[in-house]
C-alpha cells in the first residue's frame, strides 16, 4: 500500500465511523470536497466546510455503510470504487455506487472529487430528505469553478 492509498484508507475508515474531527484532520485549509453531480458551484474547501458538508448529508442517517472497494493509485492519485450503504430512520435503504479521486500531499487530501447518480439517491430518499438538507447549514458552498 502506497502512502497516499494509507492516508486514504484512514480516511474512509473515520468517515465510515462519522468520526468528524478525525475527518476533518486529512484536509487542510485549500483542500477540496467535491460531489461531481452537483457540480463545482456547489463545493466545499477547508476542514471546517468540508465536515459542515459531510455532516449535512451523513448525520441524521441511521445506518451508513462502506461496501466493497477497488483501490487503485499512481502516485498522489487514488481512486477508490465502492458503494455506500445509506439507511434512513425511517427505513428507506439505497446502495449508491461512487468512485472516488482523491489528490494525496503528504497526510493531506487536497482535491476529493466523488462521482455517483444523483437519480439513485433522490429516487430511494424518504419524502421531504431533500427539503430538510437545503433548510440546513449551507454555509460551506463555494464556488471552485476554475480551481480544479
Not at 26 to 40: E, Q
Not at 87 to 105: D, I
Amino acid at each position: 500500500m502506497s502512502d497516499a492509498e494509507a492516508v486514504t484508507a484512514a480516511f474512509w475508515h473515520a468517515l465510515y465511523a462519522r468520526d468528524w474531527d478525525r475527518a476533518g484532520a486529512f484536509f487542510g485549509p485549500a483542500s477540496i470536497y467535491l460531489d461531481v453531480p452537483t457540480g463545482p458551484g456547489a463545493a466545499a474547501r477547508g476542514p471546517d466546510d468540508i465536515v459542515k458538508r459531510l455532516r449535512l448529508g451523513l448525520e441524521s442517517l441511521a445506518g451508513y455503510d462502506h461496501g466493497p472497494a477497488t483501490v487503485v493509485s499512481d502516485g498522489r492519485v487514488v481512486m477508490t470504487e465502492h458503494t455506500e450503504i445509506w439507511r434512513w430512520p425511517t427505513g428507506e435503504t439505497v446502495t449508491l455506487p461512487f468512485v472516488s479521486v482523491q489528490l494525496v500531499a503528504g497526510d493531506t487530501i487536497t482535491l476529493w472529487k466523488d462521482y455517483w447518480d444523483l437519480g439513485t439517491l433522490m429516487g430511494a430518499a424518504p419524502p421531504g430528505w431533500m427539503d430538510q438538507l437545503t433548510a440546513g447549514d449551507m454555509s460551506w458552498i463555494t464556488d471552485v469553478t476554475g480551481l480544479i
